[in-house]
């Protein structure tokens, strides 16, 4: 097998555990896999370097800032060469314009344009473990990019795409997907195996383990993904085509969204196209709307309720307080004290009364919800903050998910 | 004029000493001139990855060193020039294959084959400052090579002969070139200018302010070459050709190297070839050797001394007792309490006498002189160490070097 092995900042957080992931990949290689590396900044490296540059600057060029990231992977990606290299592995360094990883020109938050595999192929085929410094790539003009938060992922999935590998490794400090946060549910299963379009709407909602981008590039490049932790050797969790999964449970997880506002426009003047302007306005500030529902009152007066990031919230607030100045709604409110519930399993595509299960779960439990928005394999409900804890355990149960 | 300055590890060891460096070179752009600054790694980077990599292996790949030394340049060049971009200027930070330097195959020891000078040209024609990281280059092959101890310098002097720079000027935290250790002669006189061959005497024999390898270039490429120092605006020492020196004064300075050996073969068997096969032994085992004096004793023996620096001596030691075992010398002794005191100054070239001062100096303070050597420029002796000072303050007045 071709496997590529991502190691995240913590599991390269110092010289030791740099040790530790080299004796991971050397046991892979003994297996009788290839191994192309994907690695990380040490952890807590690029927060020194971006500090360094705001000790200069509030705004740091973008093309300065690339130079000056993309250091620390070059640094990690060196020394688990150098380590692999003592256990008498035949290892190579490689820098993201090396590794053939050409993006597009956007300096800090570049995208992958293509790969040029050939270098990576021919050391592939000559033994060589490959060790990419992660999180960088090459523009036409030959500077370097850096692409931007969950770079080194990114790297990891396209490496894995272009050189067709069997397994892209994602490995942090988290041993893979749950049915829901541990924390709050301690029966909570790890799940083997997770179909991209699911683990795409857990993490919108907010497991940490992905980002969206490098789950969507997987999908797109039809990568097996697993994310696993270096800590251990607990298998992780599988995330491939729904094809690739025998027996799709009816609901995969519970995810939980604590950080979405709710705002609600009361007597929103009945003129054509007013809601068009409102929600074009908030998406021009790059304003988040999730969640939108509009109803008719009693009185004829039209109300519009919608959930943004808590973080958007302030330049959602101007822009709507602008239009109650203006007389175009009568008033606003907003209200941080609430959480978005989300059921997610590509089995309710096929399966009826899976909603009807979530509002009598809620209803049992004396849970108000205040709002509801589905999708295919979603069902999210926004209720308030308070109950979250409950709700989601009160689903689990009901979904079964311990089992 | 077109000036490069480079700036040592010391004069940009923390961000407040980068500012300080951003301050000059801001000022000398103001005043009129085009500016490339080439800059090394923050102190104590490079020693801290060199660490890191020694964790894992005691001989660490090449090719893999300067994937990873590399970055401290790359760190401290972007820093720079967002700290310069603040300020107002248009700054740019290349790295040594933006720059256009192309080296051998020789990884962490690499030799600047050339430069293709029209990015930076281009980039000074618009009036940018550049900033370039030091240290570092690229090979045909396309991999980052580092040039060794003291590479900074050479990139500087490199730029300066390719782009034709007025002036390569190399900050340290040495204000120049004295005509001795002002630690030993405090009479010692900063110089203002000097000659590439007198700096390349005093260099070898222990100023340690700039590496023959710099000054050479420096004189093949005919680069004006200022060493200052960035902690005041004290003028600094120019290095010149010397025609550009209108009065070279007889001598310019008093060189003390205390890291010598001396080893003395007594009875050396009378065979052809005999000395050669000793020389050409240490030469393959990279002893450098440097004063070799041989005599006939009344006995009809013959004895050899010879001079090596002390680092060098075990090994020295090893092969010299191998010929003594094999009965090809009668015996051999070694002695570390010596030292070697140079006079050093072009203008002995058109002056008799300098070498019967250098003498009659030493007789006057009662110093035995072991050995002798001449040059054109330069004449050393070989002392005992217990009178190194004595001997270096009183050449210092004989020529009367504090004028």
């Known amino acids: 097998m071709l496997i590529v092995q991502k190691f995240g900042g913590t599991s390269v957080g110092d010289l030791d555990r740099i040790g530790n992931v080299a004796s991971r990949v050397s046991a892979t290689k003994k297996e009788g896999n290839d191994v192309i590396v994907v690695v990380s900044a040490m952890s807590g490296e690029t927060n020194k370097l971006v500090g360094y540059a705001e000790h200069f600057s509030s705004h740091p060029a973008a093309a300065e800032m690339d130079m000056l990231l993309s250091a620390g992977e070059r640094v990690t990606a060196s020394l688990l060469a150098i380590a692999l290299q003592e256990m008498g592995h035949d290892a190579t360094a490689m820098t993201g314009r090396k590794a053939g990883i050409v993006t597009d020109v956007n300096h800090t938050k570049a995208r992958i344009e293509r790969i040029?595999?050939?270098?990576?192929?021919?050391?592939?085929?000559?033994?060589?473990?490959?060790?990419?410094?992660?999180?960088?790539?090459?523009?036409?003009?030959?500077?370097?990019?850096?692409?931007?938060?969950?770079?080194?992922?990114?790297?990891?999935?396209?490496?894995?795409?272009?050189?067709?590998?069997?397994?892209?490794?994602?490995?942090?400090?988290?041993?893979?997907?749950?049915?829901?946060?541990?924390?709050?549910?301690?029966?909570?299963?790890?799940?083997?195996?997770?179909?991209?379009?699911?683990?795409?709407?857990?993490?919108?909602?907010?497991?940490?383990?992905?980002?969206?981008?490098?789950?969507?590039?997987?999908?797109?490049?039809?990568?097996?993904?697993?994310?696993?932790?270096?800590?251990?050797?607990?298998?992780?969790?599988?995330?491939?085509?729904?094809?690739?999964?025998?027996e799709a449970p009816l609901v995969s997880g519970i995810a939980l969204d604590r950080n979405q506002a709710r705002i609600s426009l009361m007597g929103v003047k009945d003129r054509p196209g007013i809601a068009s302007d409102i929600f074009n306005r908030l998406a021009t500030a790059e304003v988040n709307v999730d969640m939108i529902i509009q109803n008719k009152a009693h009185d004829g007066a039209t109300n519009i309720d919608f959930t943004v990031p808590v973080g958007d919230l302030f330049d959602a607030k101007e822009i709507v307080d602008s239009f109650v100045q203006d007389g175009e709604i009568k008033a606003d409110s907003y209200n941080e004290e609430i959480c978005k519930v989300s059921v997610v399993g590509v089995g309710m595509r096929s399966h009826a009364g899976v909603a009807a299960k979530a509002f009598s779960t809620m209803a049992e439990n004396n849970i108000n919800i205040n709002m509801i928005s589905t999708s295919e394999i979603k069902i999210s409900m926004v209720i308030d903050e308070k109950y979250a804890e409950l709700a989601v355990r009160g689903l689990h149960d009901a979904y079964e998910l311990e089992k």
Chains 1, 2 share one sequence.
Request: charged share 25%; hydrophobic share 40%; glycine share 8%.
């Open 116 to 246: 040029d595999p050939e270098v990576m192929q021919n050391a592939v085929k000559s033994g060589k473990i490959i060790v990419v410094a992660g999180f960088q790539g090459v523009n036409e003009a030959g500077d370097v990019t850096t692409l931007g938060r969950g770079g080194s992922d990114l790297s990891a999935v396209a490496i894995a795409g272009a050189l067709k590998a069997d397994l892209c490794e994602i490995y942090t400090d988290v041993s893979g997907i749950y049915t829901t946060d541990p924390r709050i549910e301690p029966k909570a299963k790890k799940l083997d195996k997770i179909s991209y379009d699911e683990m795409l709407e857990l993490a919108s909602l907010g497991a940490k383990v992905l980002q969206n981008r490098s789950v969507e590039m997987a999908k797109k490049l039809n990568v097996n993904l697993v994310t696993r932790t270096s800590f251990s050797n607990e298998e992780g969790t599988l995330i491939t085509k729904e094809e690739n999964i025998m």
